[in-house]
């Protein structure tokens, strides 16, 4: 089966750091479009930054020149730096892997997420 696990989150007053981290090791990961998501209560999530096999990034405006997306194929483990924190970044960030495709080949898969804390 299938699990990514999310580790590295906490608190941290603005301004502050935190490195995200997201094992997969049931999942070859250069097959996937690997991204972080993140969801406050009440709303929706998310995305905040994803990145291809190929090492193509894509971020969110609001994350933009402040977070950095990176990926180990040879670890399978991806990776979020989050720098310049700010309050509204507060939330629970997920790893996701995707893979395009016909129906019978697209796969999308979760990790339960860790929790980020934005405060002073």
């Known amino acids: 089966q299938v699990q990514l696990v999310e580790s590295g989150g906490g608190s941290v007053q603005p301004g502050g750091s935190l490195r995200l981290s997201c094992a997969g090791p049931?999942?070859?990961?250069?097959?996937?479009?690997m991204g972080w998501y993140r969801q406050v209560p009440g709303k929706q999530r998310e995305l905040v930054a994803t990145?291809?096999?190929?090492?193509?990034?894509n971020y969110a405006d609001s994350v933009k020149g402040r977070f950095t997306i990176s990926r180990d194929n040879a670890k399978n483990t991806l990776y979020l730096q989050m720098n310049s924190l700010k309050p509204e970044d507060t939330g629970v960030y997920y790893c996701?892997?995707?893979?395009?495709?016909?129906?019978?080949?697209?796969?999308?898969?979760w990790g339960k997420g860790t929790l980020v804390t934005v405060s002073s």
């Open positions: 049931g999942i070859i990961f250069s097959g996937y479009v």
């Open positions: 996701n892997a995707h893979r395009g495709g016909s129906p019978d080949y697209a796969m999308d898969y």
């Open positions: 990145i291809t096999s190929a090492s193509f990034t």
